[in-house]
């Protein structure tokens, strides 16, 4: 069950029931001067229920845009902690937020945005025993994570309970938006049956993204999340969104609704919410490693044989512009490369291969090994653990 952080009391406004007070016909003017929105959609949007699930890039500007539209309910899920690496896109965040909860950091941002609206803050990780339970209250499900279990959860989620499930995903210059689980349209599992295989498709952490990106995002997805509440436009229903910021440009992909659906099909026969971290495989940096009975050698250890002096070979298999952020001054060979540039390798040599985390150097010595390199060793969690346990001075990133 989940913990529910503050005490969401309605404003007295509210209980009094749809109007408007005086301050609110000031705070919200721009909008009640258009005919689309008018008194009577800012009603709308007053008694609106808007579960955003996490508060990092995506949930920055949702959060943010339908606070200051006057959302009257907006709920907030996150368990993770602000960290420095958050501040390039994570915009509710200031530096000072740095090491305090997201989800505190972001209700005071936002109730300090809007005090008149409810923010419902919910400290705890979304899972198939809390999701039903938190979804039920909340008329919009708007999906702002990062990790493939999670978006299947929030989409069977959504489909067992009839709610539309405004999707967005980010990666380096590229964003995708949609409109899921709005009758008659298709869900997440129309468009992806499976998930990827583990490991296949890098996140956020593992291969960047523009700062900006998760801003143009996540405002798309607040516009079509207020669009559905005044019942205003055409809804994303259907079409995949495609953003390129490199090219700048919009595309269109069709979706189509597959009769064959597990869950939103003719014939479900997901019926209830199921272990999607099992379902999806472990993935990305939660993989301890994809190789195993890899030899390591740790960071203190290596330091101290490096001391003494003995003769060991550096081998980085980061990427170039990794290298410029730092190194530990060992011969570069991405892991890309190794195959091809192996024979630059003297194999009668003491080889110790590195990398950011540990997990590609271990897939190099890996290969190195089969290759017929007996004298190699992996260093156990890679340039991060150095800083961490031998020298603080170099960057971790
Ligand atoms: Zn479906």
């Known amino acids: 069950m989940a913990t529910k952080t503050g005490v969401p009391v309605a404003p007295a406004s509210m209980q009094r029931g749809a109007t408007l007070s005086k301050e609110e016909i000031l705070r919200y003017s721009r909008h009640l001067i258009m005919p689309e929105v008018g008194m009577e959609g800012q009603l709308k949007l007053k008694q609106a229920k808007v579960l955003c699930i996490g508060t990092g890039g995506l949930g920055a500007p949702l959060g943010l845009y339908l606070a200051a539209a006057g959302v009257g309910r907006i709920g907030i899920v996150d368990f993770d902690v602000v960290d420095n690496t958050n501040l390039q896109r994570q915009v509710l965040f200031s530096t000072t937020d740095v090491g305090r909860p997201k989800i505190q950091a972001a209700a005071d941002r936002l109730r300090g945005l809007n005090p008149d609206i409810q923010i419902d803050a919910y400290e705890t990780n979304l899972s198939s025993e809390n999701a039903l339970d938190l979804f039920k209250d909340y008329d919009i499900i708007v999906d702002g994570t990062d990790n493939f279990p999670t ?26 938006i949609t409109v899921f689980g709005y009758p008659g349209g298709p869900c997440y599992r129309c468009l992806y049956p499976e998930p990827p295989p583990p490991g296949l498709v890098p996140s956020c952490a593992e291969g960047g993204v523009l700062g900006v990106l998760p801003g143009i995002v996540g405002t798309i997805q607040a516009a079509e999340t207020l669009k559905l509440i005044l019942g205003k436009g055409e809804p994303l229903v259907g079409r995949l969104l495609l953003f ?80 410029q952020i730092c190194n530990l001054g060992g011969h570069l060979i991405p892991l890309g490369e190794l195959s091809r540039r192996a024979a630059e390798l003297d194999s009668s040599k003491e080889i110790v291969a590195h990398c950011r985390s540990g997990k590609r150097s271990a897939e190099a010595v890996d290969f190195l090994r089969k290759a017929g390199f007996k004298k190699i060793w992996n260093l156990k969690g890679g340039i991060l653990a150095w800083s961490d346990e031998v020298d603080s001075s170099v960057p971790k990133y």
């Open 151 to 176: 978006r299947y959860l929030v989409n069977d989620a959504c489909i067992l309970l009839g709610k539309p499930n405004v999707y967005g995903s980010i990666f380096r210059f590229d964003g995708q």
């Open 244 to 323: 390129d910021a490199l090219g700048m440009k919009f595309r269109e992909l069709k979706l189509r609704k597959n009769p064959e659906c597990p869950v939103c099909g003719e014939h479900p026969t997901v019926t209830k919410l199921i272990d999607y971290v099992q379902f999806c495989g472990i993935r990305g940096e939660e993989a301890p490693t994809t190789v195993t009975n890899i030899p390591e050698i740790t960071p203190r250890d290596l330091k101290a044989r490096l001391d003494r002096g003995d003769d060991l070979y550096i081998l980085d298999v980061r990427e170039p512009h990794e290298y």
